[in-house]
């Protein structure tokens, strides 16, 4: 796989993997969530999705992640959209999360990737919720 270059591993997910959906991964939540799915082909599995216990609904669209047993679990979330970053800090909260990695831009080739979710001036302050 390595040797395809980079070329090569997009062609091969956007051929094989992309719209692959194991049998056993049922994703109700997600399909009964649309307008909080950034994107209509990464799903959100309902048997390891976050639920939220607070807020106007349960849904993130947000998966626990276990790895080997002595590495810690972590979640894996989209990139928060307006109508979605109460949500998201209401996850970030209620999972008492310490570290966040951000692995995409806020805008990616003119188009809006990530809802910035945090203040844009050092020492500033933003308020979400209520």
Known sequence: ?????????????QADLKTYIPPDMSHTAFDKNMKKN????????????????????????ANHVKGDPFLNSFI???????ITVNDFWIMI????????????????????????YWPQDVGSSLTFGG
């Open 93 to 116: 909260m209620q999972e008492k999360v310490s570290n966040i990695v951000m692995l995409c831009n806020i805008l990616e080739a003119g188009k809006n990737k990530c809802f910035q």
């Open 1 to 13: 796989m390595f040797g395809l270059g980079v070329d090569g591993i997009v062609k091969q997910y």
């Open 38 to 61: 950034r994107y209509k082909d990464v799903i959100c599995i309902d048997k390891t999705r976050v639920i939220l216990q607070e807020g106007e609904s349960d849904y993130i669209h």
């Open 76 to 82: 894996c979330t989209q990139g928060p959209m307006k």
